[in-house]
């Protein structure tokens, strides 16, 4: 059984920065795609970013291209989410999640962690 566990959310000032940890567990994830997404307060649920393990590839959300970066360790099944130059804006429970390559919808979801920035 697939498991995602997030890790370091956390109080931050505005400007400041953050990393995210996602370890994943329950299988080889070297064809999968790994995802961050966030749900502010009063707002549904939005892509962040994600990262294709086979391929090293990935893709940003417009509001955070630039700021954020994505990355995996595969030996250590885990992905990272590096957030600098945070805005107020940004505040919000941030969920990691997987699927295969092969499928459209992300059907493996971590219970999230809380980053809340100050102004």
């Known amino acids: 059984q697939v498991q995602l566990v997030e890790s370091g959310g956390g109080l931050v000032q505005a400007g400041g920065s953050l990393r995210l940890s996602c370890t994943a567990s329950?299988?080889?994830?070297?064809?999968?795609?790994m995802g961050w997404f966030r749900q502010a307060p009063g707002k549904e649920r939005e892509f962040v970013a994600r990262?294709?393990?086979?391929?090293?590839?990935?893709r940003y959300a417009d509001s955070v291209k630039g700021r954020f970066t994505i990355s995996g360790d595969n030996a250590k099944n885990t992905v990272y989410l590096q957030m600098s130059s945070l805005k107020p804006e940004d505040t919000a429970v941030y969920y990691c999640?997987?699927?295969?390559?092969?499928?459209?919808?992300?059907?493996?979801w971590g219970q999230g962690t809380q980053v809340t920035v100050s102004s």
């Open positions: 329950g299988r080889t994830f070297s064809n999968y795609v």
């Open positions: 990262i294709i393990w086979s391929a090293d590839s990935t």
């Open positions: 999640a997987a699927r295969l390559e092969t499928t459209p919808d992300y059907n493996h």
